[in-house]
């Protein structure tokens, strides 16, 4: 697949209306179908995607869009709530990706909403009558502060599965198709970890993890809390731990163990580090960028060395893999389950 389209057939703006965008849509394709001097076109439809963004995310949200659009042929939706515009309108295009198997080009559908805060509230309506039955709705909200309560209710009940920025979201959204962006970036340390002990070689064969230090910092992003539930989902003995206060204690495999946090630097790209009644220590590091969000990540221990690099898995594989397979779901309503339990400092 190219990274942009071979065909793009504009629709122009119009009301944010759906039997309008319905036909202006219907009208694209008439027209496009109606040249002889073009290969057939093929309309296909995986997913409704609803792209959601505020103004400080929307050149992020217009590039997932087209991404998703190309990788999975949908009626992709994307959102635009920006409170410093007063505007109401959408935009429609279609585009199109010349399959030589096919000797067709198969095509996708894009409809743009810009919305000021006023207008938020009636975005649903006409969302909802642009949806394609039988094919799941995605949505993958950017915004960092979710600030329209009407909106954002009506988007959780249409969404059959929810990516969300926001740190923050109602507690009535805490349903099973929910997933914050934060645990997709936790991806590349959680695979590291697993090759780790699957490979059982940091400090021989006989050693066991005595003790896990966990570290944070309030320069860059926070993921320990979901780290510290994964580890515990994942290694607690029937999922059993108690806290005192300042630490969490558990058994893993019969053999007891603690697990702690520790504040540091900025300067200092720790993680995580493991403990073992003998040998040296597994210590996990990471690199981040200038906005505090990880690059890569490395774990070792002695001449023991694994990296994994968080730009291999982009968001766009990592939503078509997740919503293929309910794991990632499944795994993190349980993390969070754990994570509210914890005495996070």
């Known amino acids: 697949m190219t990274n942009d389209p071979d065909v793009t057939l504009e629709g122009g703006y119009l009301p944010v209306n759906a039997e309008l965008i319905e036909s202006r849509l219907n009208d694209i394709w008439r027209d496009a179908a109606a ?4 290969r057939r076109l093929v309309k296909l ?5 609803l792209v959601v963004a505020d103004a400080s995310s929307r050149t992020e949200a217009e590039q997932l869009a087209q991404q998703l659009a190309i990788r999975h042929p949908s009626r992709v939706l994307l959102i635009v709530v920006d409170e410093t515009l007063a505007i109401y309108g959408a935009f429609v ?4 990706e010349f399959n030589p198997e096919m000797d067709a080009h198969l095509c996708w559908e894009i409809v743009e909403v810009v919305s000021d805060l006023v207008h938020a509230e009636q975005i649903a309506g006409a969302v909802r009558s642009l949806l394609i039955d039988s094919v799941p709705v995605v949505t993958i909200d950017f915004r960092k502060y979710q600030n329209t309560p009407g909106f954002d209710a009506d988007l959780h009940g249409l969404s ?3 990516f969300v920025q926001a740190d923050v979201v109602p507690a009535s959204a805490r349903f099973r198709g929910l997933v914050p962006l934060s645990w997709y ?3 590349p340390i959680r695979e590291l970890m697993g090759d780790m002990f699957a490979g059982a070689v940091c400090a021989g064969q006989s050693a066991r993890v005595i003790a896990i230090t966990i570290f944070h910092t309030y320069s860059r992003e926070r993921l320990d809390p ?6 515990l989902n994942r290694m607690a003995d029937d ?3 108690a806290s005192d206060g300042a630490a969490v204690r558990f058994k893993h495999r019969t053999h007891p163990i603690r697990l ?3 504040k540091t630097t900025a300067d200092d790209d720790r993680i995580m580090e493991f403990t073992y009644d003998s040998g040296g220590p597994l210590v996990a590091t990471a690199v981040v960028d200038k906005a505090g969000q990880f690059e890569s990540c490395e774990a070792g221990c002695g001449p023991m060395k694994m990296t994994r690099n968080a730009r291999e898995i982009d968001l766009v594989t990592y939503v078509l893999a997740a919503i293929g397979d309910d794991a990632e779901f499944r795994e993190y309503a349980e993390v969070q389950r754990i994570s509210v339990q914890l005495p996070i400092p």
């Open 35 to 38: 040249d002889p001097t073009e």
């Open 45 to 49: 439809c995986l997913a409704n995607m």
């Open 93 to 96: 295009r279609t585009a199109c």
């Open 160 to 162: 059959d599965y929810y």
């Open 185 to 187: 970036r936790t991806l």
């Open 226 to 231: 979901l780290l510290a539930g994964w580890l």
């Open 239 to 241: 999922k059993v731990f």
């Open 260 to 262: 702690s946090w520790q």
